[in-house]
């Protein structure tokens, strides 16, 4: 993140703080509920971000719940929650809220979309911030995000950095500042 703002001459730091996770519908909610509770506790701009993985065809299950979904009935859970839809859309979507004593808030939103894999791909991987990368199949790969090469996921990564929530941060943040 800092690459991004610091060419609107925006310092970010990372602080770890005591923050409740509020059972929300959506990253939205569930962002800006932490942006408030940091703000109140820092009393200083704050930039808070939290991401979800949403399945069209279950109304949007497992939403801003991912990670506790994988921690309790894991990838193949999903898949056998998902076995018998006839559509297999799927997406992560990032909330990223910038929060302030002055404009309070600002949310930005982006979304990286793909299908289900039909099977959890086997292939290891040390890299991998969740486990759904295992049954996540960007658009135009035949493999999950896991089973990707390097080079195909820094392709991946370079084309949904375009329209990241850190770069629509930064553009906001030379706009506004």
Not at 44 to 73: K, M, N, Q
Not at 92 to 101: I, Q, R, S, W
């Amino acid at each position: 993140m800092q690459q991004h703002v610091a060419v609107a001459s925006f310092e970010v730091r990372q602080i770890t703080l005591p923050l409740v996770e509020p059972q929300a519908s959506t990253v939205q909610e569930v962002a800006l509920a932490k942006a408030e509770q940091a703000f109140r506790q820092l009393n200083e701009p704050v930039v808070v971000e939290d991401s979800g993985f949403f399945i069209d065809s279950l109304a949007g299950f497992p939403g801003p719940y991912a990670r506790y979904v994988i921690e309790t009935i894991g990838a193949e859970g999903i898949l056998r929650l998902a076995q018998p839809l006839p559509k297999r859309s799927c997406r992560f979507v990032n909330a990223l809220v910038y929060m302030d004593a002055v404009d309070h808030q600002q949310v930005f939103l982006d979304e990286g979309e793909g299908v289900l894999a039909d099977v959890v791909d086997p292939t290891p991987s040390t890299d991998a911030w969740s486990d759904l990368w295992r049954i996540f199949i960007p658009p135009g790969q035949g493999k999950a995000l896991v089973a990707l090469t390097e080079a195909e996921r820094i392709q991946l990564w370079q084309e949904w950095q375009r329209h990241s929530v850190y770069i629509q941060l930064a553009d906001w943040l030379r706009d506004h500042r």
